[in-house]
């Protein structure tokens, strides 16, 4: 079992910036593409970025684009979330999700890994 622990969430005005970490356990980390999701209240679990296992192929939700920045170190198993002018529609909980590939997975269905998410909120 891998097993995934999501930190930084919390409360930020609109306009500023967090950065989520994900720490890894358990297998080996380097074989396993990251994915941050996300899932608002009513709505589905949707992707937000992705990195794959080398770390050189990035995906990022239209949304996001320009604002968000996925990045890995796998000599700490660890993944980020750097989250730059952020806006009310950001407001969710965010999870950190792993799959063994180095491909680049949109779906959540195709990750078999996930912690137990962190609440991001931002206030207008």
């Known amino acids: 079992q891998l097993q995934l622990v999501e930190s930084g969430g919390g409360l930020v005005q609109a306009g500023g910036s967090l950065r989520l970490s994900c720490a890894a356990s358990?297998?080996?980390?380097?074989?396993?593409?990251m994915g941050w999701f996300r899932q608002a209240p009513g709505k589905e679990r949707d992707l937000v970025a992705a990195?794959?296992?080398?770390?050189?192929?990035?995906y990022y939700a239209d949304s996001v684009k320009g604002r968000f920045t996925i990045s890995r170190d796998s000599a700490k198993n660890m993944v980020y979330l750097q989250m730059n002018s952020l806006k009310p529609e950001d407001t969710a909980i965010y999870y950190c999700?792993?799959?063994?590939?180095?491909?680049?997975?949109?779906?959540?269905?195709?990750?078999?890994?996930w912690g137990q998410g962190t609440q991001v909120t931002v206030s207008s």
């Open positions: 358990g297998r080996t980390f380097s074989v396993y593409g």
């Open positions: 990195i794959n296992r080398s770390g050189d192929t990035t």
């Open positions: 999700a792993a799959a063994r590939t180095n491909l680049i997975f949109t779906t959540a269905e195709r990750y078999a890994y």
